[in-house]
Each structure stands twice: as C-alpha cells, then as structure tokens.
C-alpha cells in the first residue's frame, strides 16, 4: 500500500509540475506575424495613407514584448522599427524609427496592453491594442502627434498570417 500511495503521490506532484510549466510557457495570443487590413483601418484626419503596407511581428512572454514591424508602404524607403521592452511601464530603447527613441509598455487586461512611444522625453504616440474574440484580429486604438505637430486619432485592424 506504501508504494501504491508513493506512486500517486508522485503522479498528482508531476501533472501539477507539468500544468505549472505548460502555463509559464502558454504562447499568447499576440505571438506571430499581423498584418494590417488597411480596407477596415482609419485615421482621423482623413489621411490614412492609399495603399498601406504594415507588417508587425511579436513575441510576448509574461514580462516582455519583442516588437518588429516593416512598414513599406513606401516602397522605395521601407521603415522599421524594434524594440524589446519589459512589461513594467518604464521606457526602453526603441531603434530603428527617427520619430521615437523610447518606448513604454503594460499589459492592462489579459487581452489588452497599452503602449507609448516618445521622442526625447515627448509622447508622440499611445496606443491600446486589444485582441478581439478568436485571437485571429487584433485592434490598435491610440493617438498619434504628425511630425507637423498636429495630432490625431487611429483605428487600424491587423490579421493574423
């Protein structure tokens, strides 16, 4: 009887071990390749550029985001931007972008995180994206300052590839 106990003991211990780290590990569902439908996405002032070509890469874990994205719209000068920030809301180092230089970001729901991107110390965007039901859309909502310094409001829909 001795061994029948220490037998399910060790078998409840493992699945309980096995549940843990199959959690710690769970992909999210933000993980993956996005790109924008530009048919369903809109800026406030009108001037949601014709033809948008934006691609976004990410990788969350439960304390960091990495974040890719090419947007090459233009084709003749792609742009890009890259960072790997932690989930805490203190900024990072953000390459690759001559409109920011920092980036902060939070998850504030189990489907929505919120980020800013700032140029020397300015906010020039914030966003909140929120992964709509199914986990094959997502939506980025925020409010974005033009290099001219006027400001406007976005709604841009991204599928999952």
Same mark, same amino acid.
């Given at each position: 009887?001795?061994?029948?106990?220490?037998?399910?003991?060790?078998?409840?211990?493992?699945?309980?071990?096995?549940?843990?780290?199959?959690?710690?590990? !769970?992909?999210? $569902?933000?993980?993956?390749?996005?790109?924008?439908? @530009?048919? =369903?996405?809109?800026?406030? &002032?009108?001037?949601?550029?014709?033809?948008?070509?934006?691609?976004?890469?990410?990788?969350?874990?439960?304390?960091?985001?990495?974040?890719?994205?090419?947007?090459?719209?233009?084709?003749?000068?792609?742009?890009?931007?890259?960072?790997?920030?932690?989930?805490?809301?203190?900024? !990072?180092?953000? $390459?690759?972008?001559?409109?920011?230089?920092?980036? @902060?970001? =939070?998850?504030?729901?189990? &489907?929505?995180?919120?980020?800013?991107?700032?140029?020397?110390?300015?906010?020039?965007?914030?966003?909140?994206?929120?992964?709509?039901?199914?986990?094959?859309?997502?939506?980025?909502?925020?409010?974005?300052?033009?290099?001219?310094?006027?400001?406007?409001?976005?709604?841009?829909?991204?599928?999952?590839?």
């Amino acid at each position: 009887m001795n061994n029948s106990v220490g037998f399910w003991s060790f078998l409840a211990l493992s699945i309980l071990v096995l549940s843990l780290t199959s959690a710690a590990f !769970a992909t999210d $569902a933000y993980n993956g390749k996005w790109k924008i439908d @530009a048919a =369903r996405s809109s800026w406030s &002032n009108g001037k949601f550029p014709e033809g948008m070509s934006l691609e976004i890469d990410l990788e969350i874990t439960a304390d960091q985001i990495k974040y890719h994205s090419l947007n090459d719209t233009d084709k003749s000068k792609p742009a890009t931007v890259d960072y790997t920030a932690k989930l805490d809301w203190k900024p !990072a180092p953000l $390459a690759g972008s001559v409109r920011y230089d920092r980036v @902060a970001v =939070r998850r504030v729901g189990k &489907n929505e995180f919120e980020i800013i991107e700032m140029k020397d110390g300015d906010v020039i965007v914030g966003a909140v994206y929120e992964m709509l039901q199914g986990g094959r859309r997502f939506v980025r909502r925020g409010v974005a300052k033009s290099p001219d310094g006027s400001c406007h409001e976005y709604e841009e829909f991204f599928d999952k590839k």
